[in-house]
Nanobody
Framework: QVQVWESGGALVQPGGSLRLSCTVS????????VGWYRQAPGKQRELVAT??????NYAESAKGRFTISRDSSKGTLDLQMNNLRPEDTAVYFC???????????WGQGTQVTVSS
């Protein structure tokens, strides 16, 4: 059974940085696509960034500040977030597909709060 969980969320001041990590277990030997999404209170879940193979895609709000990465040798799936703003406050979720025809597996989310 595939399980996904996120870590790295925290309270950070505006302008600060955080690195979120996504861990996948359950006999997963390859990952086709990883997506990071976020959901702020009272708002719909929205895309932050995706990486498919080596191709990355970012929401406009994340461009220039966030970097999605994957390192198969280390088994890491990360989202580096720099220059954080209060409007980045949300629960951040990782979404993983093993292949193009696979269902998407979600984690439970990790809270990011940007506040002074």
């Amino acid at each position: 059974q595939v399980q996904v969980w996120e870590s790295g969320g925290a309270l950070v001041q505006p302008g600060g940085s955080l690195r979120l990590s996504c861990t996948v277990s359950g006999g997963v030997f390859s990952i086709y696509r990883v997506g990071w999404y976020r959901q702020a209170p009272g708002k719909q879940r929205e895309l932050v960034a995706t990486i498919t193979g080596r191709t990355t895609n970012y929401a406009e709000s994340a461009k220039g500040r966030f970097t999605i990465s994957r390192d198969s040798s280390k088994g890491t799936l990360d989202l580096q977030m720099n220059n954080l703003r209060p409007e980045d406050t949300a629960v951040y979720f990782c979404n993983v597909q093993r292949d193009p025809f696979d269902v998407a597996y979600w984690g439970q989310g990790t809270q990011v709060t940007v506040s002074s």
